[in-house]
């Protein structure tokens, strides 16, 4: 293949496929594979160690789900308890095939509303088996407890999400996922009582062991007192969650990190499209320079409220209420009339930002420097206006579905969205991209599976709402426990110790990285570099993207980086809670993975899904994809320090939809 670099920046390499995806009917392949997969005998699992990394709801309901089996897990976390693991902020809802409002939904329809979803990016098999099992998760989350919301009958109820035109949405109240997670971790724990499964709270992996070509074990570090432990099992499993916090502003909490699939990555395991970031369109806006986070505002608010623009820009500044209807204008309704203000976030986001940048946002003025380097006032941000609901419906009735969302929007905003219409716009949400992995969830790396928002496998270009509950939980209690058996089949491994000159050297690279941090006498903060990248991600690997400035930003990403390991400044010690050290680890690896996502970002020259090229559009604005060129997963490996990466590419072959351009009108 290609040994000149392309661009000056990357290389491809031989192409990759997916040797565990079975043949055949679409809807036997998962019975299928499930049959191939080599069993484990109980006897022999009570020989077997796996370490989960992660106890979200894909890594909580794995490491149950292993432990019920008999497997030896170790769990860990670096939250004080694995009940705040990051999945316990989805609020809007799951979805499943149940079709309980008679409206002709079905496992082909989610599968399809899926992969139309994620604009043809994502592989058949695994989608049609996510949309499979979807059912039999929530029969599982019932049985444990879990309270959906239910109509007056007692039947459970749903709602719907966007791009779809059917109520396929499980809720409870807006807190699913917490209610969720709970589940999960009751389930974990009884695991834990029954002593299947030992947890590691506030412990970090901070990087991954390979002995013979397999994954045996993390390095991780006890976060209370700096410790640097090795841990060493016959598989391990990243359930670690996304990277959204690259851009540093976003809906993700603030320990949240890339470092578990980064440093695996550097190990060996390829990086499946890493560009594929999801905007999503109901956040509520920045206010200030020094926000550190962004807050989401469920998706399921779009099913009741309705968004809106002026229609003239002199009227932005004004109280919404003093807005005529006939001067209002409901501009997703009208562009998409079938679909409404329940497109897929991606079309949403990219329609608020065209919005405001007509001049036709609202909310503050904001001084904000364009790319021609000029600054402009603008407003950023559109209206969600529930007037039409609370009318229709009542006030009480809007409460009872929404109520604590509109309760945590007066409290950030001090406005009574109730009153006044609440003021939204698009941010860093989700990651479709992620570790590559075959159907049974394994990476490139023998012994190493990822789950949930970890791995790449399942969105495409962009992740319908009530998805990604949906995968974390399909991966943890239903798939990883039916495929990880297949390789465990070899184990027991060869028994190893902290003292293997392999497991040694992966544990004295850490403690030079540590020492580096603590002894470099730089004069800036881990938190001004990450600003600063997060700028240039938002910038020009954001909403919209163009060629010229994704070289513009690789260039300004390498230097940042130059500047980061020559002027960084960690304060503290390391053999103790040191926040700014764990921060720094997870820093230098954001500066790592901001460059290749501008990589991948500029090597796809078309649109689809959340990856929106400015060069590559429809004479309408939407986004033009060219599937003659890259229907394909990107899998980039890692050639070294100071090397450019290798591009894999695992073709999309789509045997029972039709590749088509979108259409949500």
């Not at 001067?327 to 976030?345: C, H, M, Q, S, W």
């Not at 000159?501 to 800036?524: L, W």
């Not at 991600?537 to 230097?559: N, P």
């Amino acid at each position: 293949m290609t040994q000149t670099l392309i661009h000056g920046l990357y290389s491809e390499g031989e192409p990759i496929a997916d040797a565990k995806a079975p043949s055949g009917p679409l809807a036997e392949r998962w019975e299928k594979r499930k049959f191939e997969a080599r069993l484990v005998n109980p006897a022999n699992r009570r020989k077997l160690n796996v370490i989960m990394v992660g106890t979200g709801l894909a890594g909580g309901a794995g490491a149950a789900s292993l432990g019920e089996m008999g497997y030896n897990v170790k769990a860990f976390f670096y939250q004080d308890s694995a009940r705040r693991a990051h999945s316990i902020a989805a609020q809007g809802g799951i979805n499943a095939a149940k079709d309980y409002k008679n409206d002709n939904d079905s496992t082909y329809r989610l599968f399809y509303d899926t992969i139309k979803g994620g604009d043809f990016r994502s592989r058949e098999s695994n989608v049609y088996r996510l949309a499979e099992v979807s059912a039999n998760i929530i029969d599982q989350c019932v049985a444990q407890g879990v309270p959906f919301a239910r109509e007056y009958g007692g039947l459970l109820d749903n709602r719907s999400f966007g791009g779809v035109q059917v109520s396929r949405t499980f809720y409870a109240r807006g807190q699913t996922g917490q209610q969720l997670l709970i589940g999960a971790y009751q389930a974990l724990m009884r695991q834990v009582r029954a002593g299947t499964v030992k947890t590691y709270d506030r412990h970090e992996m901070v990087d991954l062991v390979i002995v013979d070509g397999r994954a045996r074990g993390i390095i991780a570090r006890d976060m209370k007192t700096g410790e640097i432990e090795t841990h060493l099992a016959d598989a391990v499993v990243l359930a670690s969650g996304g990277y959204g916090n690259v851009f540093f502003l976003s809906t993700n909490a603030m320990g949240c990190n890339a470092s578990a699939v980064w440093r695996a990555h550097r190990r060996g395991a390829y990086f499946g499209n890493p560009c594929y970031t999801q905007i999503h369109p109901t956040c509520i806006p920045q206010t200030g320079e020094s926000q550190s986070k962004l807050t989401l505002m469920s998706e399921s608010l779009r099913n009741d409220g309705r968004i809106w623009v002026p229609k003239k820009a002199e009227d932005a500044a004004k109280d919404p209420r003093d807005i005529p209807e006939e001067d209002r204008d409901y501009y997703l309704e009208r562009i998409y009339p079938a679909f409404g203000n329940l497109v897929p976030r991606d079309i949403a986001s990219r329609q608020a930002k065209n919005m405001c940048d007509e001049g036709r946002g609202v909310g503050p003025a904001i001084a904000e420097v364009g790319r021609d380097g000029v600054t402009r006032d603008v407003r950023r941000g559109v209206y969600l206006d529930f007037a039409d609901a609370i009318e229709r419906m009542g006030k009480d009735a809007v409460s009872a579905k929404y109520g604590n969302l509109f309760d945590m929007y007066q409290q950030i905003t001090a406005e009574d969205p109730y009153e006044v219409p609440m003021r939204i716009y698009p941010a860093v949400h989700y990651t479709m991209g992620g570790l590559w992995v075959d159907y049974d969830l394994q990476s490139t790396i023998p012994g190493l599976f990822v789950t949930g928002e970890a791995n790449f496998s399942d969105h495409g270009a962009n992740r319908l709402g009530a998805s990604a509950l949906m995968q974390g939980l399909a991966d943890g209690y239903f798939v990883l426990p039916n495929t990880i058996n297949d390789y465990l089949a070899d184990g027991p491994f060869e028994k190893l110790d902290a003292d293997h000159p392999e497991v040694a050297a992966v544990r004295e690279t850490i403690q030079d990285r540590v020492n580096f941090f603590m002894t470099n006498e730089g004069n800036r903060s881990v938190d001004s570099y990450h600003k600063e990248l997060g700028n240039i991600m938002w910038e020009y690997c954001g909403m919209e993207r163009t060629e010229e400035g994704l070289k513009k930003a690789i260039g300004m990403i390498r230097e940042l980086r130059a500047d980061f390991w020559k002027n960084v400044r960690v304060p503290g010690r390391a053999d103790e809670l040191n926040q700014s050290l764990e921060k720094a680890g997870r820093v230098a690896d954001f500066l790592e993975l901001g460059e290749l996502m501008c990589i991948d970002a500029l090597h796809r020259e078309e649109s689809c899904g959340g990856h929106f090229r400015a060069e590559s559009q429809t004479e309408e604005g939407e986004a033009l994809r060219h599937d003659d060129k890259f229907a394909y997963v990107a899998a980039w490996e890692f050639a070294g320090e100071g090397q450019a990466p290798v591009l894999h590419k695992e073709d999309l072959e789509y045997e029972f939809v039709e590749m088509k351009q979108r259409s949500y009108k």
